[in-house]
């Protein structure tokens, strides 16, 4: 059964840092597209960051500099590390995966069931 379970989430002061994981099951993330997306409360999920399975990542323009996605192969999991938190960046963290590319955060299933970011002083 394909699944992904993100872990790592909480409360956070800003200017900390967390790191995100979504661990998958039932087939092998190395073949995938792994995206970050998030939904705060009352607006639209949005694209986050994405590795695709060569390797190269994608990175919205809100959390580039401060954010870094990551995989690990041999534990089919694919990290968000998040640096510099800003309250803005609060919110329900999903992964999800998609074919071979990234394709601007479009065509993601298989998602999650997300984790609490807060970042809050």
């Known amino acids: 059964q394909v699944q992904l379970v993100e872990s790592g989430g909480g409360l956070v002061q800003p200017g900390g840092s967390l790191r995100l994981s979504c661990a998958a099951s039932g087939f092998n993330l190395h073949y995938y597209a792994i995206g970050w997306f998030r939904q705060a409360p009352g607006k639209e999920r949005e694209g986050v960051s994405c590795?695709?399975?060569?390797?190269?990542?994608y990175y919205a323009d809100s959390v580039k500099g401060r954010f870094t996605i990551s995989r690990d192969n041999a534990k089919n999991t694919v990290y968000l590390q998040m640096n510099s938190l800003k309250p803005e960046d609060t919110a329900v963290y999903y992964c999800a995966r998609r074919g071979l590319l990234c394709g601007n955060y479009r065509g993601f299933g298989s998602w999650g069931q997300g984790t609490q970011v807060t970042v809050s002083s």
């Open positions: 590795i695709s399975s060569d390797g190269s990542t």
